[in-house]
C-alpha cells in the first residue's frame, strides 16, 4: 500500500499504525491476529456459589458437574456452599458478585417464586446470566420403614381425621419440596403440618429420627429405601422414577401434581460474552459426559439440558406459571405466618 511513497512518508504511515496498535491494545480492542484477552479466561480460579447444604442431592450434582467443568476449562471450580432461606441467600450472593466469570453458580428455579414473594430483590427474568439447565430432581414422599402409613392414601386418611396434625419435613419454606408438598395437600383436601429445615439432608435425618412422620425431599430418601430405613409412598414427576418403579407418582394416583424443579447455573448480569460462551460450552461439555451421567443415574436426576438463552426464555415461562401458583396456595400469608 505505501509503495511509490516518499520515504519520510512511509516512515510517518509506519509510527501511526504503531501508534494506533498500542492504543488499542491497551484500550482492549481486538487487531488482526492478536489474541483476545478474553481468550485467556479462565486465569485463576472460578468461585461456584452453591445455596444448599453440604451433602445434599443438589449439592452432589453440582459438585459432580464442576468436577467435570473445571477439567473442561483448566483451571479449578471451587464449590462454597451458602445455604439458607430455601436458596436465595446464595441466589442474592451470586447476583452480587461481579460479572467477570469467576463467581457463578446455581440458581433454584424458585427464584421465579421467591422474586414474586419478595424474598429476592431482584427480577430473574432480566438480572442473571443463564449459562445452561442442567438436570431434574426426582421427588418423592417418603417415611420411616415402621411408620404406620403404608401407602400414601394412609396418609390422607390420618390428615383428613386430623387437619393439621400430620407432620412432614422440607428443605424450605416457598421451596419445591415445600410448595409441591402443599400442591397435593390442596389436591387431596387435607392439611398438613409443614417442618421447614435448611435443607434436605436435615429434614432426611429428624425423619430417619423418627422426630417427623413424613418426608418431602429429592432423592436424598432414595439410599435409605434401597437399604429398608425408608418406605416410598410416591414420587412426583409425570413418570414412575427408573430406581422405584413399584412407586406410583401423585398423578397415578389420582393428584394432578407434578413437580420436577431443574437445576440450572449462572451467573450475575453482565458477564463478557465471550467468558459466557466459554462457561456455556464447558457445561454443554459437562452435562454430556459419561462422568456427570453417572452420577445424575445415582441421584435420580434425568438430564434437561438447555442451552442458556433456552433456559432464560423457561424461566420466564416458569415466572408466569409462579403467578398463578402463588395466588392458589396463598404462599404469601404462608409466609407471613411464619
Not at 394412609?154 to 419454606?173: E, F, L
Request: net charge positive; charged share 20%.
Amino acid at each position: 500500500m505505501t509503495q511509490g511513497l516518499p520515504i519520510d512518508l512511509k516512515r510517518r504511515n509506519l509510527l501511526i499504525g504503531a501508534a494506533a496498535g498500542v492504543a488499542a491494545g491497551a484500550a482492549g480492542v481486538l487487531l488482526p491476529g492478536s489474541r483476545a484477552l478474553a481468550s485467556a479466561y479462565p486465569e485463576r480460579p472460578i468461585t461456584f456459589i452453591c445455596p444448599w447444604p453440604v451433602g445434599g442431592t443438589a449439592d452432589q450434582s453440582m459438585r459432580a458437574l464442576c468436577q467435570v467443568a473445571s477439567g473442561i476449562l483448566k483451571q479449578s471450580i471451587v464449590v462454597e456452599n451458602r445455604a439458607g432461606a430455601s436458596g436465595m441467600i446464595g441466589t442474592k450472593a451470586l447476583a452480587r458478585a461481579t460479572p467477570d466469570g469467576y463467581t457463578i453458580g446455581q440458581i433454584p428455579i424458585s427464584v421465579t417464586r421467591f422474586a414474586q414473594l419478595g424474598m429476592l430483590q431482584l427480577d430473574p427474568r432480566t438480572e442473571l446470566t443463564y449459562l445452561a439447565r442442567t438436570s431434574g430432581q426426582t421427588f418423592g414422599i417418603a417415611v420411616p420403614t415402621n411408620s404406620r402409613y403404608k401407602t400414601l392414601q394412609d396418609v390422607v386418611a390420618a390428615a383428613k381425621a386430623n387437619p393439621g396434625k400430620v407432620t412432614y419435613a422440607h428443605a424450605g419454606i416457598g421451596g419445591a419440596t415445600h410448595v409441591g408438598m402443599e400442591q397435593f395437600a390442596l389436591a387431596a383436601g387435607v392439611q398438613f403440618n409443614a417442618i421447614a429445615y435448611k435443607g434436605g439432608a436435615a429434614a432426611l435425618q429428624d425423619v430417619l429420627a423418627g422426630q417427623v412422620e413424613l418426608l418431602a425431599d429429592s432423592s436424598s430418601w432414595a439410599p435409605h429405601v434401597e437399604a429398608g430405613k425408608l418406605r416410598l409412598l410416591a414420587t412426583w414427576g409425570e413418570q414412575r422414577a427408573s430406581r422405584f418403579k413399584d412407586t406410583p407418582t401423585l398423578k397415578e394416583l389420582g393428584y394432578n401434581v407434578v413437580v420436577e424443579a431443574p437445576n440450572g447455573i449462572g451467573a450475575p448480569k453482565g458477564l463478557p460474552p465471550a467468558v459466557e460462551k466459554t462457561l456455556r460450552d464447558a457445561f454443554r461439555a459437562a452435562v454430556a459426559s459419561n462422568e456427570f451421567k453417572q452420577v445424575a443415574a445415582r441421584l435420580d436426576a434425568p438430564l434437561m439440558y438447555l442451552d442458556g438463552p433456552d433456559y432464560k426464555k423457561y424461566v420466564a415461562s416458569v415466572y408466569a406459571q409462579e403467578t398463578d401458583l402463588i395466588k392458589r396456595l396463598k404462599l404469601k400469608e404462608l409466609l407471613q405466618q411464619s
